[in-house]
């Protein structure tokens, strides 16, 4: 999320200086790739990125790609294959195993849902979404690109699309997973967005300055909640995007839960943060991270028991204490960098072990499949 929002801020002040854009969008790959579909990079007409579809290796070629579908206000696109690490082709040499599509869409300014609008749309909700990118695998058909964008109370289609392109829609939408489907004689890209990651933090001490800087490097919501006014402010925290001086009783009213949202205690103040906890036990939060040792876990959880609050075993999945990965961490930056990999661990569904563990790939590929 945070790189669709460095494009649409970027498109803002493009739009402002008056310059040509196009985006490049991964549509679909085939084999391994640095990228997935649905990676854009903007392009301005004097060579300006933001955004990446590749680890580097492709920018360079796909800027003048670009530039040349701005020249020509056409959509265009572009194969790169990168299998051969002796094909001098491309000029590149990239040798990554793999066949990347790229799309490149010249934008119209005038056009209230030109591609970059449509990801605007999307970002200004905390709401899943589905963005719909069609193409043609061959180069010199017609492209149609970014054509529209559903959730589950809205869609936006830039015009009339056969009922089983909307049907995947709401399929994807359903599964929580991008897909690459062929379609009559095109294929498409269902990109799955999820809003921002949302970390509150109840707590306000030094140690959660370094925790909110990182997270908002990732470009996540960050919200910073304590009942101590000194603590609490602005000029502590001027990453956050919101910061409240609230009692643990109304930590729930500063916020609304939702499945991209995590929340860690470490007010160093037991009862605000068991009276915290108990709050949160009220809700559907799927990362509740508590700091301190084990004790003091146990030592909540017994206090909530001899209130009759009972703690069942598919809450507990939900709890993280002590928070954060095993990494050694010791200092507040360490530990800052333990919590923020445990939560994108927790909400990627992975485990955290060291990538040469793992028997599959990296990255889980969008579905590629034929509707005929």
């Known amino acids: 999320m945070k790189e669709l929002n460095d494009i649409v801020q970027a498109y803002d ?16 790959v085939e084999g391994s790739s640095y990228r997935r579909p649905g990676a854009r990079m903007l392009v301005t007409e004097d060579g300006g990125i933001t955004g990446a579809i590749s680890g580097g290796c492709l920018e360079g070629d796909a800027l003048r790609k670009a ?9 265009k696109l572009e194969i790169y294959d990168t299998t051969d690490e002796e094909d001098h082709k491309l000029g590149v040499q990239l040798g990554c195993n793999g066949i990347a599509y790229i799309l490149f869409e010249p934008l119209n300014k005038d056009d209230a849902n030109n591609p970059v609008m449509l990801l605007k749309k999307i970002a200004q909700q905390r709401k ?13 058909a017609e492209q149609k690109g970014t054509c529209c964008w559903i959730n589950d109370t ?39 967005i999820p ?13 959660v300055q370094p925790l909110v800087d990182m997270a908002a ?11 101590r006014p000194a603590y609490a402010t602005q000029q502590r925290f001027p990453k956050a995007d919101k910061i409240s001086l609230i009692k643990p009783a109304d ?13 860690v205690l470490m007010t160093h103040n037991y009862n605000y943060d068991l009276m915290a906890f108990e709050q949160l036990l009220n809700t559907n939060c799927k990362y509740i991270g508590v700091l301190g040792p084990k004790k003091r876990i146990f030592k909540m959880m017994d ?13 507990m999945q939900n709890i993280y204490s002590p928070v954060g990965l095993d990494i050694g961490a010791e200092t507040s930056e360490e530990i800052a960098l333990s919590i923020i990999a445990e939560i994108k661990a927790v909400f990627s569904k992975r485990h955290g072990s060291s990538l040469k563990e793992r028997a599959t790939t990296i990255h889980e590929r969008p579905l590629i499949s034929s509707n005929e």
């Open 251 to 263: 930590v729930l009213s500063i916020v609304a839960i939702d499945e991209q949202t995590a929340v």
């Open 13 to 28: 002040k493009a739009v402002i200086q008056n310059k040509q854009v196009a985006l490049a969008t991964v549509v679909k």
């Open 128 to 140: 899943d979404a589905v963005l719909v990118t069609v193409f043609n695998e061959s180069k010199t």
């Open 217 to 227: 490097l990732l470009g996540w919501n960050i919200i910073v909640a304590d009942g």
């Open 67 to 75: 530039q040349f579908a701005m020249f020509e206000q056409k959509n």
């Open 154 to 192: 809205e869609s936006l289609f830039a015009d009339a699309v056969p009922e089983a392109l909307e049907k995947e829609c709401r399929a994807v939408l359903s599964e929580k997973s991008s897909a690459v489907k062929d379609h009559n004689e095109q294929t498409v890209l269902y990109q799955f």
């Open 303 to 315: 206090e909530l028991n001899e209130k009759g609050i009972v703690i069942g075993n598919e809450k």
């Open 195 to 207: 809003p921002a990651r949302q970390l509150v933090l109840v707590g306000a001490g030094n140690d």
